[in-house]
């Protein structure tokens, strides 16, 4: 909704309503546009979701795609569809280093946000709920999904 009414009243009768924004006037176009952003994000992942990814199980976790439900071990961790998108692109290539950018671009669709540190506080995240070594961090490079290799025979 855009509108000149910005009585806390109003938005919340807005948003009640079905509005799944609201933006009083006067208002930046730049704002407009990264709330259109916004919301065609959040289109394109339930879109994304009917789709899902694969289910993945990598040293006891344990992702499945189509419900969106990650479980460590026997336990299930609660994920917000960002994080949950996130591990799920780490998990597709376990392993393997991916850029911030080449994450900020398959996760949130930015095609050009280098300098960002939203990919640096979603991993921070990520290690809080699912264990600190699970992302590797490669310095000036991006992040892997770490594996844990089993010991090679007769070592």
């Given at each position: 909704m855009l509108t000149t009414?910005?009585?806390e009243t109003d938005v919340l009768v807005g948003l009640g309503i079905g509005a799944d924004n609201y933006m009083t006037k006067p208002f930046s176009?730049?704002?407009?546009?990264?709330?259109?952003?916004?919301?065609?994000r959040r289109v394109e992942r339930d879109r994304s979701a009917a789709t899902a990814a694969?289910?993945?199980?990598?040293?006891?976790?344990?992702?499945?795609g189509a419900?969106?439900?990650?479980?460590?071990?026997?336990?299930?961790?609660?994920?917000?569809?960002?994080?949950?998108?996130?591990?799920?692109?780490?998990?597709?290539?376990?392993?393997?280093?991916?850029?911030?950018?080449?994450?900020?671009?398959?996760v949130w669709g930015w095609a050009d946000a280098s300098g960002t540190r939203t990919v640096d506080?979603?991993?921070?995240s990520l290690r809080r709920k699912l264990g600190a070594n699970l992302v590797r961090t490669v310095r000036g490079v991006g992040y892997a999904l770490e594996i844990r290799y089993p010991p090679e025979q007769g070592a």
């Open positions: 009414r910005d009585d176009m730049r704002e407009l546009v990264a709330r259109i952003r916004a919301l065609l694969p289910n993945v199980n990598i040293d006891g976790l344990h992702i499945e419900s969106r439900r990650v479980w460590s071990g026997a336990e299930e961790v609660h994920l917000t569809p960002t994080e949950f998108d996130l591990l799920s692109c780490l998990a597709a290539r376990p392993g393997t280093v991916l850029s911030r950018e080449s994450l900020l671009a398959e506080s979603h991993v921070k």
